[in-house]
């Protein structure tokens, strides 16, 4: 018979042990922008996706925390002398976390996966510089005759169509994140779900609840756990901006994705050396619906960017958090010069309206029939700040303005969709340094980007020729012709220049400023 007091001290001595492990789990809460529409990285869209889909899987190279590119599954690449092949060579202890090894065909299965047609994803064309991948992703050749192709179990080619000069920078991006071919066959469109998914990154998915919050934990067999400090990882969306500062002024928020402009003097003076403010490879812009009979006139578009008074934006509405935008391509980005900026960059405010004001009249519009626009932006204090500046700009040219605004992720899905719009905020992030991530969103068959239904003959040669250009000053002068173009067509009206905007708790170390805001957990450790 058991000693019923060495049984009740076994049982506290258990309780403790339990008690104590938990009490050990390093838990990081994050904000993140809004929720994500899908946790499939082939039919992702949105840096909110990628935030989350960067913490779960691994691509064959990966961003650094100073977002400079380092070996991810593959441990070594070599290229050809004529730039158009790659070889890969994955590491030995890539594994997904049921255990089973990540391997060559896994990345060649999830490369003919998201070409296919019927996968439907709306990024495919970022990776079109792979051979044949273009044809694949509109029904012209079989997935089968892609340029990737498993050597053996640990290498893995990749055939370009021409040399690409930021191609290995472009396989951090998501869309170049595997897929475990078993879970996908074996559940679906349901493979994304907690129970199904199976992820080779230092974390995967334990629990999705829409609109509250996204739980990781640790991968235990991800190559790099050991060097992995923190155990679970819940991002929380925050479309209110001020409810992220709030809970982290409350210490139940490590980090916030964005801060809210109208309260940058406070967390500046209240926050110090936690606010954190840095460069960032992106433009926040109005995309206007360039087939819509009233946009159908370049003046008009025309006279709506002159309107806008940027500086004001700028340093009123976001208190000096980004800069004034003059061209779509932003400054500084790689393999480039100076970017195509607008003709009225130089113009005193009131000459460009006076000019908004003549174009206008021009195109049929004055006091007697005024232009009427309605803005469409993601909710947010930020963006609905930005768009009532905007509005009352146009005001005083004789433009009218009504507003719609909805939560991000219904905001993206419409504009993807074609939906019914006149002029819509949006943002874009480069994926790469190069100036074609940029300029390739309203090519005339970019249908998951071209939100603005554009189409120009001119511009899209200009980008076949720059795309089949391999010397790189001459690639730059032809994307700058090309870019000419989109300044004066205006598909999109570019506002502002980005800067990231983050919260970071004093708790959190490994977190680097960078100009991609790339911030992976499994660089990260927590002080409790």
Partial sequence: MRNPVLKHFAGLALATLMTSAALAEVVYTRGNDSDPETLDQHKTSTISEANVLREMYEGLVVYDPKAE????????????????????????????????PVTAEDFVFSFRRIMNPETGAKYANILYPIKNAEKVNKGEAKPEDMGVRAVDERTLEITLENPTPYFIELLTHQTGLPVNKAAVEKSGTDFVKPGNIVTN???????????????????????????????????????????????????????????????????????????RIAPYLGTYYYAIKADKEKFKDVRIRQALSMAIDREFVANEIWAGAMLPAYSFVPPGIGNYGEPAYAEYKDMDQLDREDEAKKLLEEAGHGPGNPLKVEIRYNTGENHQNTATAIADMWKTVGV??????????????????????????????????????????????????????????????????????????????????????FMRDLPYIPILYYSSLSLVSDQLSGWEDNIQNAHGTRWMSLSQ
């Fill in 201 to 275: 990154g230092a974390f995967t998915l334990e629990e999705f609840t829409p609109n509250d919050k996204i739980v990781l934990v640790k991968n235990k067999e991800f190559h790099d756990a050991d060097n992995v400090k923190i155990d679970r990882v819940v991002y929380i969306p925050f479309e209110d901006r001020s409810a992220c500062l709030r809970r982290f002024e409350a210490g139940e928020v490590q980090s916030c994705s964005d801060i809210p402009a109208e309260q940058m003097a406070y967390v500046k003076e209240n926050l110090g050396d936690r606010v």
């Fill in 400 to 485: 009218e303005t009504s507003f719609v605004n909805v939560d991000g992720a219904t905001h993206y899905a419409y504009l993807r969709d074609k939906g019914d719009f006149d002029i819509a905020r949006a943002g874009w992030i480069g994926d790469y340094s190069d100036p074609q991530n940029f300029l390739f969103l309203v090519e005339s068959d970019n249908t998951g980007f071209n939100y603005a239904n554009y189409s120009n003959p001119d511009y899209d040669r200009l980008m076949d020729e720059a795309a089949a250009t391999t010397d790189l000053e001459a690639r730059a002068e032809i994307l700058k012709r090309a870019e000419e173009i």
């Fill in 69 to 100: 590119v380092v070996p991810g599954v593959a441990e070594s690449w070599e290229e050809s002398d004529d730039g158009l092949t790659y070889t890969f060579t994955l590491r030995a202890d890539a594994k997904w976390s049921n255990g089973d």
